[in-house]
């Protein structure tokens, strides 16, 4: 089945504690991003990756690093975490090759409270 | 500055009623246009894609439009049913951007009731 996983999928943390959250994809997607969601903010981009070994700042990149070694892997690394990183955080794919006619497909969210 | 805005309030809806959603967005100008339905808890599902140069897209029950000169879109469930209560997203593909960097509006939720 197509899909984009992230794990955990819930993680209670407290302050400063470097966390992983895990994004893979089976679909060989050339892009990732991750995304969090605040309400009344809306979904906001925190990096993207528009092919292996190579990343970019989203919106809100700050307090946040992400690698791409593999094509299917996307890991969001929170070096000290805070509480105002508290959210919902998901991953996201897409094949990137006509723009004209790609669509995201999303992970399931993972949600993260920050003590 | 950029902004793209969905009516924040809830849409109560009686099933089998038309629900019209609006998408507005300032300073951008979109090469494409989607929308996603999301559901409690859960990661946005795509559902349509508009061009700039469509004025409307339909898949089975949905209809989008989008007008570049209202800077609009709207979306349109028809016959509504109960399941289709969600959080509806509309996200723009700036023509101009790097990457494919969607950027979202903060969604409508629909609650068709029996």
């Known amino acids: 089945e197509a899909q984009v996983t992230q794990n955990p999928r819930y993680l209670i943390t407290v302050t400063g504690k470097k966390l992983t959250v895990t994004c893979s994809q089976n679909m060989n997607h050339e892009y990732m991003s991750w995304y969090r969601q605040d309400p009344g903010l809306g979904l906001r981009q925190i990096y993207y990756?528009?092919?292996?070994?190579?990343?970019d700042k989203g919106d809100v990149p700050e307090g946040y690093k992400v690698s791409r070694k593999e094509k299917r892997n996307f890991p969001l690394i929170l070096e000290s975490p805070s509480p105002n990183q508290t959210s919902l955080y998901f991953c996201?794919?897409?094949?990137?090759?006509?723009?004209?006619?790609?669509?995201?497909?999303f992970g399931p969210g993972t949600r993260l409270t920050v003590l | 500055s950029q902004k793209i805005e969905q009516n924040s309030e809830a849409l109560n809806i009686q099933e089998g009623k038309t629900a019209t959603l609006t998408c507005n967005y300032t300073?951008?100008?979109?090469?494409?246009l989607q929308w996603y339905r999301q559901d409690p808890g859960r990661g946005p599902v795509f559902l349509l894609l508009i061009r700039e140069n469509e004025k409307e897209k339909r898949k089975e029950r949905l209809k989008v439009t989008f007008d570049t000169t209202l800077k609009q879109s709207l979306f349109h469930i028809t016959a509504s049913q109960p399941a289709d209560s969600a959080t509806y997203l509309c996200?723009?593909?700036?023509?101009?951007?790097?990457?494919?960097?969607?950027?979202f509006g903060g969604g409508t939720r629909v609650l068709v009731k029996p």
């Open positions: 996201a794919s897409s094949h990137n090759r006509d723009r004209s006619t790609d669509t995201q497909y």
């Open positions: 990756s528009m092919n292996v070994e190579v990343t």
């Open positions: 996200a723009l593909d700036p023509i101009k951007a790097a990457g494919n960097k969607l950027t």
């Open positions: 300073n951008y100008s979109p090469a494409y």
